[in-house]
């Protein structure tokens, strides 16, 4: 009985949507408009005293699960309010794969062996790693280390760098000077064999062995991406011995913002610098970086945690604690994804989510809260996800929030001819093509702009 209910709310779901976007194409769709958009108030009168003013700078955050950290929805909304309101800076930024990680735009790379683990998986990490702001775990025990993080474009340069974590006392920043190289590489190639597990993806254990999907298909000699449980696969692997000279690096003058923040700044645009250790101890944990420059504009930081759900930010405390350092003026929450994989019921997903914006407000009283519904999914086997129905059913009724239809939006471009291909899903029927993640992230950013123009035409 619930199932046909569900069935028949999708039926129901989908006629009105359908019957409101008739005259829409699939690539040039009107989104949603945001629900409840009178509780954004105060955001959008620091964004019109930003645009009237040209000084100062407003702070978006937006937390969420994969489909936030892969920061192509979170970037199309970034680009149209940076153009409009100014580009303040990157903002929150994580080295999201192990030792010489590349994050977009920004490179990182290291001497030390960092252990990389997620808030929906402790147990992978090392005893006593703190998830902070970042909603990972990001260790070593190596010392001395270096970390550097560099620019990939002259745009990209910033002016302030801060390294956010529980112990800040324990590093310290400094640069090189041009063409000199701190940190040394000797890399090792090696095949290493792995069963595949159920429910494995070639791109899950890709990430896991910090490798490409296409090495391990010419390895493998396979003529796609799906592989089954069960089967034995070669894995190639790199592997790099490295070393630090510590004598090429000149210190600068950084500040201790007590509790989590290590801040620099200087007028002239840096391209590039190194964190450093300051003394010896057990486990070295970084929760994340800032970036900013000196221009007036939108800040609009993406902070994803794969696999993630609201319950797991819940039972780490030290996230909302450090929130605060984001300076929030707007946060946004996108999560159920991965709770509708869990197949939880509305009730336990909204309990999880309500309980999140509590311990946001508990730190960040007075910032409005902006909800997205997750995109369309299908769940194992194919199976229409009537669950993430139930969950953008629930936020409709939600009190207090701002609420955008996500949902509404993927749903709609499917079409009553179930046309997949607009949607530009990928093949696992979770995640997004880059194009797709663009798609929605443009549909939003033009629902935010949307009603922040409806708040200037009914005066302030």
């Known amino acids: 009985m619930r199932v046909e209910m569900r069935a028949n709310n999708k039926r129901v779901r989908r006629g009105v949507i359908i019957a409101a976007l008739l005259c829409a194409t699939a690539s040039a769709q009107t989104p ?11 955001f959008f009168e620091k964004l ?5 003013s040209k000084a100062g700078k407003v702070n978006i955050v937006h937390i969420g699960d994969s489909h936030i950290q892969a920061d192509y929805f979170t970037d199309a909304v970034r680009a149209p309010l940076q153009q409009r309101f100014g580009d303040g800076g990157r903002g929150f930024i994580f080295p999201y794969s192990r030792n010489t990680a590349t994050v977009r735009p920004y490179r990182f790379a290291t001497n030390a062996d960092w252990r990389i ?13 703190d998830f902070g702001l970042s909603g990972y775990g990001f260790g070593t025990k190596s010392e001395p280390f270096a970390l550097s993080v560099e620019a990939t474009e002259e745009r990209y340069n910033f002016n302030t760098i801060k390294v956010v974590s529980a112990t800040v006392s324990s590093y310290k920043l400094a640069m090189v000077d041009e063409d000199r190289e701190p940190i040394k590489y000797n890399e090792k190639h090696s095949i290493v064999l792995h069963r595949v597990k159920k429910d494995e993806t070639l791109d899950s254990i890709a990430r896991y062995y910090n490798t490409f999907v ?3 298909m ?4 396979l003529k796609s991406d799906n592989v089954q449980a069960g089967r034995n696969l070669r894995i190639p692997v790199t592997t790099t011995e490295s070393g630090v000279e510590i004598s090429m690096f000149r210190p600068v003058k950084y500040k201790l913002q007590e509790p989590f923040i290590l801040s620099y700044h200087q007028d002239d645009p840096i391209s590039a610098i190194y964190i450093l250790n300051t003394r010896k101890q057990n486990l070295f944990c970084i929760n994340g970086l800032i970036v900013e420059n000196d221009a007036p504009g939108v800040i609009y930081h993406n902070i994803g945690t794969v696999g993630a759900m609201a319950a797991h ?4 405390p030290l996230f909302f604690q450090q929130l605060p350092v984001l300076r929030p003026d707007l946060v946004v929450v996108s999560f159920g994804t ?13 309990g999880s989510l309500e309980q999140l914006i509590d ?3 508990m730190y960040c009283r007075d910032v409005p809260i902006l909800v997205t519904t997750p995109p369309f999914s299908l769940l194992r086997n194919k199976r229409w996800n009537t669950y993430i129905v139930d969950y953008a059913e629930a936020l409709s009724r939600k009190v207090g929030i701002a609420v955008w239809d996500l949902y509404a939006f993927t749903d709609g471009l499917i079409g009553v001819n179930d046309n997949f291909s607009a949607l530009r899903i990928n093949r696992d029927n979770i995640h997004y093509t880059p194009e797709g993640y663009v798609l929605q992230g443009t549909a939003f950013a033009n629902a935010l702009l949307d009603a922040y123009n409806n708040y200037k035409r009914g005066g302030r």
């Open 32 to 42: 949603p408009s945001i629900k409840s958009a009178a509780y954004l108030r105060p």
């Open 48 to 52: 019109a005293k930003l645009e009237d």
């Open 117 to 129: 683990c997620r808030n929906n998986q402790p147990a992978r990490c090392e005893p006593g790693t």
């Open 214 to 216: 296409t090495d391990i």
């Open 218 to 221: 010419k390895e493998n000699k």
């Open 313 to 316: 930010f819940n039972v780490t």
């Open 338 to 350: 991965n709770e509708s994989y869990g197949e939880f019921s509305d009730d336990v997903f909204m």
């Open 359 to 361: 311990n946001i407000k």
